[in-house]
């Protein structure tokens, strides 16, 4: 043997021990003692199926809710709760009502400094007739700007989940075909006679209502829902493809995207003026003019468009899973 | 127990009770679109509650009408603009529940929301 050492010497020598030790072999702490490597893990039938027995047992027994005791219990329990609960609310929030202010005095804590404010400044500093609208498109654009936002978004996350992939399975030409008859309307007379007269009737009043919303009740969000309601309308009698000759995906995305932007660039611009007590140079107009009252027309207009194009695209796409 | 203003106040009464309507719906019903329309209550008696809020009695409507710009003539504008935000929220949301459920639907064939939970746990997700 060419060995330097024996293979006692070896043995003993501090590194193999530790080698040893690592993988298993004695335990250096209990004395030698051999460490019993682990039987194999061999199922045995009967007991498998009788663990799977007992599985099935134990679930159907947990949603057996007919005959579960405590689910039924808990199921009464809820009710009760869920009633208690609602009575103790409102009881709680009539209590509080009772010490609020009366209704209708001029001294609630509402009509506050800022609401004069609003009332009295509100034509020179806005142009617009309509305090309302002044307000939520001049005071706070910022606040409607987010609910352009929020309005889009929603359209956006709601063609996520509505939208019928056509590329996924059943994408054949014949059960497109199919889908389209199913959606299409049976050419109902009454209908389609009804809207011939009744859209055009809609339309312009909605374009009337968002014009004049810095001069009377209404604006950007009532116009735009009516002339959502009339292209739905319209929709309804005649049909996806009548609407998609002048009504796309394409158009719903660039007036929302373009609207929004201007909406976005015009208030930034007014605000960056307005912080810095810059003159605008935009006028104002005579109050009670068409053509007054600065941005609002414009940014009504823009609210108008985004809203009715979101109306639309709502109908469309619990419809039919697209434009 | 009761304020002194219960019988004055009594549309926001009203609004309350709306709220616990609405509240109960959306506790009790099972079916997923009864829960949203309940939902939908709740929004409404939050609106009624901020519409009177603003009124003011023997005022008119915040639409300056021959130069008149006192405070005197016109009601509080503010909650007007408030709850027109929150309707424009309210229809945003409704609209995304409304989808969610119609994936639900298409996905387990029932708007039962406890057969759905059951039928999950059954699945082991």
């Known amino acids: 043997m060419s060995r330097k050492i024996s293979e006692e010497e070896y043995k003993r020598q501090r590194i193999v021990r530790m080698k040893h030790w690592l ?11 051999e460490v019993i490597p682990r039987e194999e893990y061999k199922p045995d039938r009967k007991q498998l199926e009788r663990y799977e027995h007992d599985l099935d047992e134990v679930m159907t027994r947990t949603y057996d809710t007919e005959h579960n005791r405590v689910y039924r219990f808990f199921q009464r329990f809820y009710k009760m709760a869920a009633v208690l609960c609602c009575t103790v609310l409102v009881l709680i929030l009539i209590v509080e009502v009772s010490y609020l202010p009366p209704i209708g005095s001029a001294s609630n804590p509402a009509s ?24 939520i498109l001049d005071y ?21 989940l509505m939208r019928n992939d056509k590329k996924k399975g059943k994408g054949s030409a014949e059960d497109e075909e199919r889908r389209d008859s199913f959606y299409e309307p049976k050419k109902d007379v009454i ?45 309804n009698a005649f049909g996806f493809e009548k609407t998609e000759r002048f009504f ?17 660039l015009a208030k930034s611009y007014s605000f960056y003026t307005g912080a810095h007590h810059l003159e605008s140079g935009i006028p ?40 | 127990m009761f304020g002194s203003n219960l019988l004055p106040n009594l549309g926001e009464v009203v609004a309350m009770i709306l709220f616990g309507i609405g509240f109960a719906n959306l506790l009790l019903q099972k079916n997923l ?28 409507a915040p639409i300056v009408v021959d130069g008149v710009q006192e405070v005197e003539a016109y009601i509080n504008p503010i909650p007007s603009g408030l709850v027109l935000t929150g309707i ?31 039928r999950l746990k059954k699945e082991g997700i």
Do not use: W
Not at chain 2, 33 to 60: C, H, P, Q, W
Not at chain 2, 92 to 118: C, F, G, P, Q, W
């Open chain 1, 284 to 323: 104002l107009g005579t109050p009670g003019a068409i053509i007054s009252s600065g941005l609002i027309l414009p940014l009504n207009i823009c609210v108008g468009l985004v809203v009715a194009c979101t109306m639309y695209a709502f109908f469309a796409l619990f419809r039919k899973g697209g434009f």
């Open chain 1, 23 to 33: 993988s298993g072999e004695k335990d250096l702490y209990l004395d030698n003692m």
């Open chain 1, 191 to 235: 209908l389609q006679m009804a809207a011939r007269i009744l859209v055009p009737v809609i339309m312009l009043f909605g374009v009337y209502i968002i014009l004049n919303g810095h001069l009377s009740p209404g604006g950007g969000f009532s116009g735009g829902a009516i002339i959502g309601a009339g292209l739905i309308l319209y929709l």
């Open chain 1, 112 to 135: 506050n400094e800022v609401a004069a404010k609003y009332i009295e400044d509100g034509l020179q500093d806005t142009g617009a007739v309509n305090i309302v609208t002044g307000m």
């Open chain 2, 88 to 118: 424009v929220v309210s229809v945003s949301v409704t609209a995304l529940m409304l989808s969610l459920t119609v994936r639900l639907y298409k996905r387990y064939h029932t708007l039962d929301l406890d057969e759905i939970s059951s």
């Open chain 1, 248 to 264: 796309t995906e394409k158009t719903y995305k660039a007036v929302s995207f373009g609207a929004l932007l201007f909406y976005c």
């Open chain 1, 140 to 160: 706070r654009a910022f606040d409607t700007f987010g609910e352009s936002n929020v309005l889009f978004i929603a359209t956006c996350t709601v063609l996520i």
């Open chain 2, 33 to 60: 679109i009864k829960k949203i329309i309940g939902l939908n209550i709740m929004d409404t008696a939050v609106y009624l509650f901020l519409a009177i809020k603003g009124y003011i009695e023997g005022r008119s």
